[in-house]
């Protein structure tokens, strides 16, 4: 079955302790992004990957670090996280990010909360 | 970032009645994209818009890509019980990368039987 998984799928945590969620997809992607989603802000782009070893900036990266060393691997690191990043987070991938390839398949979500 | 302007945030509607929502910035988009995110999980792409003035239809929803190229709407017609959730319009900017994508704040839609 073609997904894109999330590990773990809840995390409490408390501020400063480095943590990563991993984000895998099986489907033979080229782009994959992550992004945090907050009431009433809609999703916001953290990173985004377009091939491997190929990752920028998306709106929101503050605070945050990615790697993308396999094309079906792309993990999020938070190496001292804070509060405000307490948020539903997503992994997301889709063929390309070109032309008509813009079919992102989300991952089921990590809620991350920062005491 | 920039923002996509999304209206209306919220609806109450009775099942049989049609839907209308849009998303409006000041810069030019390249792609625009509609979601649904059913509660609990991700989102899921509805209808994806490539060029200005395209309209498109995917069952009871319709999704046009604004002649300005600054603008979308999606309207759902008929609604059912199932079209309970939250929708968003996403956009890649003009000028930007391809992989950099925008998301609307949400329409929380809410389908009364």
């Known amino acids: 079955e073609a997904q894109v998984t999330q590990n773990p799928r809840y995390l409490i945590t408390v501020t400063g302790k480095k943590l990563t969620v991993t984000c895998s997809q099986n489907?033979?992607?080229?782009?994959m992004s992550w992004y945090r989603q907050d009431p009433g802000l809609g999703l916001r782009q953290i990173y985004y990957?377009?091939?491997?070893?190929?990752?920028d900036k998306g709106d929101v990266p503050e605070g945050y670090k990615v790697s993308r060393k396999e094309k079906r691997n792309f993990p999020l690191i938070l190496e001292s996280p804070s509060p405000n990043q307490t948020s539903l987070y997503f992994c997301?991938?889709?063929?390309?990010?070109?032309?008509?390839?813009?079919?992102?398949?989300f991952g089921p979500g990590t809620r991350l909360t920062v005491t | 970032g920039q923002q996509l302007n999304q209206s209306p945030q919220s609806m109450f509607i009775q099942e049989g009645e049609d839907v209308s929502m849009n998303c409006t910035s000041s810069?030019?988009?390249?792609?625009w994209l509609w979601y649904k995110q059913d509660p609990g999980e991700g989102p899921v792409l509805l209808i994806a818009?490539?060029?200005?003035?395209e309209l498109t239809s995917n069952g009871r929803l319709t999704a046009q890509f604004g002649i300005t190229r600054k603008d979308s709407f999606l309207n759902i017609s008929a609604s059912i019980p199932s079209d309970v959730g939250i929708y968003f319009c996403?956009?890649?900017?003009?000028?930007?990368?391809?992989?950099?994508?925008?998301f609307g704040q949400g329409t929380i839609l809410t389908v009364h039987p």
């Open positions: 810069s030019i988009f390249n792609t």
């Open positions: 996403a956009g890649q900017l003009s000028g930007t990368s391809y992989g950099k994508l925008t």
């Open positions: 818009l490539y060029k200005a003035g």
């Open positions: 997301a991938s889709s063929l390309s990010s070109r032309g008509q390839s813009y079919e992102q398949y």
């Open positions: 990957s377009m091939n491997v070893e190929v990752t």
């Open positions: 489907m033979n992607h080229e782009y």
